[in-house]
């Protein structure tokens, strides 16, 4: 995805007047710009930002936190600022103003504004206009995630880009605009009641749906060995096999392919809000096979695997095998020993005769309307 | 000086009678014209637009003959269904007697169940499936001289031709075979006359729609592959709806 790739415009809100302070000391009223320039979220986590377009509140995911930045270029920036400053507004807070700075409350939970630090800035976390060009910058969220593997904050997270004249933090800001950021890491719960099948072309497998969660993947072990672990497998539900590779609960991290990257595990495929599906037996080369299911969810956070169900790959005859061992020998293709059909590979004589009698039938049925 | 009157008079006479046909002609008589004048009403009016084709749609259940078989039984029964459309055209039409018709159909049904292990016979999740898709070219012959001139609202009809019916079947993903059957078909239909208990919306119908009767029908038919084809035949039935436009 192109690096440009233009989402989550947020427009910059509306706002009372403030006093700006200008850098040069001097105290002005003024009215901060409305509108005045435009934020696009380019990249979350230091990938590209995949999300629906003009969709400020898309979820920063647990990959995006763990990456620990996001990207959001500011579009259209006016020319009579310098600096830009970023501001953290975890409660729904005003950051533009002049008191940003003073923190009312040192809870994670309070209304007190906390500036954050883009990679450059100068001491007092300002980061320098180029213009005419757009300002691309590189936010870091590690703050408002909070640390990998714990759970800081879900809700709405309004980040202020402050357009200013100087550097001081107590500056009024002349112009801003607000991204509004969800954060959602907690984990979907994984599938439960997963249960292979056997089969050889088309095996199926089941589970039963996890709630609020959008795709499943089958993560697949291919060596997976007969001798089930009864202590273990026995639990689970499954007694026909036994995974080295494969235990509930575990995490396994997907890549932005959605594939797995620890051989020799494959993920089969994605589904989407479905309850089962199947798989091809051929491709696994192995006549036995652990599976469990991975969950995701809107944000795109990714559960914990389910329980660890088995397939058997056994070779399978249907309809046509027993219609040949019973002395069946009707001839395939065209038929063309039957009467009526010389050779003539199947209607298609007919369907074209049939197109031309239309067709006729249509020019005389035109004809006479027109008389 | 009399004569003068009398070929002045006579002018004038022809000059208004050749108004009045002129008129005749060319007026468009208003509605409130048309609803004083009961023959000119629209369900007085004979109207009927040109009957060119049949469309008819179609379904039932069909056990192939194989299915009865040691090889076929795997689906236990399985009926289908069939579904169908028939389009024909009318090549001869005496009014509010019968149809000659010639045209076809297309349609389509599938067979399925559990395949099995080929270690142990025993059943697995994977299906086994037969899928079929007949074609058909007839004639028929229809008639609809009960509910036209009896007002017997009952048609019968008969068709004769010869299927083409596509098979294939498949174990899993994988398909084992394929092929055509062909052999005679026939069929016999009895139909309800829908024009007969709604004539105003038939009316309707056709001056809209250019639909010149409806009915329901059931329709028994017989299939019956020849040579090395795969018994599909069968006898069996189905209900439909069609349309004469």
Redesign the interface.
């Known amino acids: 995805m192109a690096l440009g790739l233009m989402l989550a415009a947020a427009r910059a809100t509306a706002q009372t007047p403030v006093t700006t302070t200008a850098g040069t000391g001097a105290t002005t009223s003024a009215q901060p710009s409305t509108n005045a320039f435009q934020i696009s979220l380019t990249k979350a986590g230091g990938k590209p930002y995949l999300g629906t377009p003009l969709n400020p509140t898309l979820p920063i995911n647990a990959q995006a936190c763990n990456q620990g930045t996001i990207q959001v270029e500011l579009l259209m920036l006016p020319a009579a600022y310098r600096y830009v400053q970023v501001w953290e507004a975890p409660m729904g807070g005003d950051c533009s103003g002049s008191g940003r700075s003073v923190s009312t409350s040192t809870s994670a939970t309070s209304n007190a504004c906390q500036q954050l630090r883009p990679p450059g800035t100068d001491s007092t976390g300002s980061t320098q206009i180029t213009l005419p060009a757009d300002q691309p910058i590189v936010v870091p969220i590690d703050d408002l995630c909070g640390a990998q593997g714990t759970i800081h904050f879900q809700g709405t997270i309004a980040l202020y880009f402050l357009l200013l004249h100087g550097t001081s933090v107590t500056e009024a800001a002349g112009a801003f605009s607000v991204l509004n950021l969800t954060i959602a890491t907690t984990p979907p719960d994984p599938a439960t009641n997963v249960q292979g099948n056997s089969g050889e072309t088309q095996i199926n497998v089941s589970w039963t749906r996890a709630a609020q969660t959008a795709q499943y993947f089958v993560v697949i072990d291919p060596t997976a060995i007969s001798t089930a672990d009864l202590t273990i497998d026995a639990g689970l539900g499954d007694t026909i096999c036994h995974s080295v590779e494969l235990t509930e609960g575990m995490t396994l991290n997907l890549d932005d392919d959605n594939r797995v990257n620890l051989r020799p595990l494959v993920v089969q495929d994605e589904h989407y809000s479905s309850d089962g599906t199947t798989i091809d037996g051929e491709s696994l080369n192995t006549p036995l096979a652990a599976f469990g299911v991975i969950t995701k969810d809107v944000a795109g956070n990714y559960s914990n695997l389910s329980n660890v169900s088995c397939i058997k790959v056994v070779p399978t005859t249907g309809f046509w095998a027993r219609y040949l061992a019973n002395g069946g020998d009707a001839e395939q293709g065209c038929a063309c020993s039957s009467v009526g059909s010389p050779r003539s590979r199947g209607p298609v004589g007919f369907l074209a005769g049939l197109a031309v009698f239309g067709l006729l039938a249509v020019r005389l049925r035109t004809r006479r309307r027109g008389q | 000086m009399r004569r003068q009157l009398c070929v002045r008079a006579l002018a004038g006479v022809c000059a208004l009678l050749v108004s009045a046909a002129a008129d005749g002609v060319h007026a468009e008589p208003d509605q409130s014209y048309t609803e004083l004048e009961p023959r000119l009403k629209p369900a007085m009016r004979a109207f009927e637009s040109?009957e060119?084709?049949i469309l008819e749609l179609r379904g039932g259940p069909y056990t192939p003959s194989?299915v009865d078989?040691?090889?076929?039984n795997?689906?236990g029964g399985d009926k289908g269904p069939n579904f169908a459309a028939q389009?024909d055209?009318i090549l001869r039409r005496v009014p509010n007697f019968y149809y000659v018709t010639?045209?076809?159909s297309i349609g389509t049904l599938s067979?399925s169940?559990s395949?099995?292990?080929?270690?142990d016979g025993t059943s697995?999740?994977?299906?086994?499936?037969?899928s079929l898709i007949p074609?058909q070219?007839t004639a028929g012959i229809r008639f609809d001289v009960l509910p036209r001139k009896l007002h017997i609202p009952i048609i019968f009809g008969a068709r004769a031709g010869?299927e083409?019916a596509?098979w294939s079947?498949?174990?899993?993903?994988?398909t084992?075979?394929?092929?055509?059957?062909?052999?005679?078909v026939v069929s016999l239909q009895v139909a309800l006359d829908l024009d007969s208990f709604e004539p105003n919306g038939a009316r309707s119908l056709d001056e809209e729609w250019g639909i010149n009767h409806t009915y329901l029908f059931g329709e028994l038919f017989h299939f019956e592959?020849?040579?090395?084809?795969?018994?599909l035949g069968a006898t069996s039935w189905l209900l439909g709806v069609g349309f004469i436009f």
Not at chain 2, 115 to 119: D, E, L, T
Not at chain 2, 169 to 174: H, I, L, N, S, V
Not at chain 2, 176 to 184: I, K, R, V
Not at chain 2, 226 to 231: I, K
């Open positions: 040109p060119h084709f194989i078989t040691a090889a076929g795997i689906f389009l055209g010639l045209g076809g067979y169940a395949a099995q292990s080929a270690i697995v999740g994977e299906k086994t499936t037969l074609v070219a010869w083409w596509h079947t498949g174990t899993g993903a994988r084992d075979a394929s092929g055509w059957s062909s052999g005679p592959p020849v040579g090395r084809s795969l018994p």
